[in-house]
C-alpha cells in the first residue's frame, strides 16, 4: 500500500497504514531519513483521515438538517 497515493485511500486503509507506520517507527532502529520519511507520510495519512472525517461529518449534518426541515413541514 505503501505506493498507493493517498488521496485514494478509504479511511480503513488510511488508517491501517498510518498503524504500520507507528509500528515500524516504535520498534524499529530506523536510519534517521527512513524515519523522517515515515513521520512524513503519517502526517499526510493523518491529514486525509482528518479531510474524509470532515467530509462525513458536513454530509451527516446536511442530512440532519434535511431531515429537520422535512419536520417542520410537515
Known amino acids: 500500500?505503501?505506493?498507493k497515493k493517498i488521496?485514494?485511500?478509504s479511511f480503513e486503509e488510511a488508517v491501517k497504514e498510518l498503524e504500520t507506520i507507528i509500528t515500524q517507527m516504535e520498534s524499529?532502529?530506523?536510519a534517521l531519513e527512513k524515519s523522517l520519511e515515515l513521520y512524513e507520510r503519517?502526517?499526510?495519512l493523518?491529514?486525509?483521515?482528518e479531510q474524509l472525517l470532515q467530509?462525513?461529518?458536513l454530509k451527516?449534518?446536511?442530512l440532519n438538517f434535511s431531515?429537520?426541515?422535512k419536520e417542520k413541514e410537515d
Open 7 to 9: 488521496e485514494n485511500f
Open 28 to 30: 524499529e532502529n530506523n
Open 55 to 57: 467530509k462525513a461529518e
Open 67 to 69: 431531515d429537520n426541515n
Open 42 to 44: 503519517g502526517q499526510l
Open 46 to 49: 493523518s491529514k486525509h483521515c
Open 60 to 62: 451527516i449534518r446536511t
Open 1 to 3: 500500500m505503501a505506493n
